[in-house]
């Protein structure tokens, strides 16, 4: 494996929203921080948190100020986006692979696969539906410190 660590959008809200595993959340991040790991995105990741962000203060789940304070985390968040067309190429073929119907959650997946490093989500629908299928996805939900080597 790489000295990288593959993230999708529910797991970097976890770290910017009031969540169930943000504890766990913020404990994996320290643990990648310390460990020197670079963390990694696709591309459309900006779009999902700040959308998420937006929709929270517009629906009055959070405060205006509490959504400028969770887009100005966002801000310094640290994870670099990465994109190419293999990257796409592989979303599109996993997506077939697995038959579903968008290649959202693949390109998370593609780019973890492409740089050979893990994938981390607190999407458990998406965990679920891969489960067994995947080797490098990976759940926050199921993280404890002597389960994965981080």
């Known amino acids: 494996m790489s000295n990288s660590v593959c993230i999708d959008a529910s797991l970097a809200l976890t770290w910017l929203l009031p969540a169930e595993q943000n504890e766990v959340a913020n404990t994996l991040r320290r643990e ?5 790991m670079e963390i990694i995105t696709a591309p459309l990741f900006h779009a999902e948190v700040t959308s998420v962000l937006r929709e ?3 629906f009055k789940r959070l405060l205006p100020e509490e959504g400028e304070e969770a887009f100005s985390a966002y801000s310094e968040i640290g994870v670099k986006s990465s ?9 599109w073929e996993l997506t077939k692979e697995f038959n579903l119907p968008r290649t959202y959650d693949m390109q998370y997946l593609a780019l973890a696969e492409l740089k050979d490093c893990e ?4 999407d458990k629908r998406f965990v679920n539906l891969l489960q ?9 939900g199921e993280y404890d410190r002597g389960t994965y080597k981080v």
């Open 32 to 36: 990648w921080c310390e460990n020197g």
């Open 56 to 58: 929270q203060v517009y």
């Open 83 to 91: 994109d190419s067309p293999k990257i796409q190429k592989r979303a």
């Open 119 to 122: 994938l981390w989500t607190n």
């Open 132 to 140: 067994g299928k995947v080797s490098n996805l990976r759940c926050v």
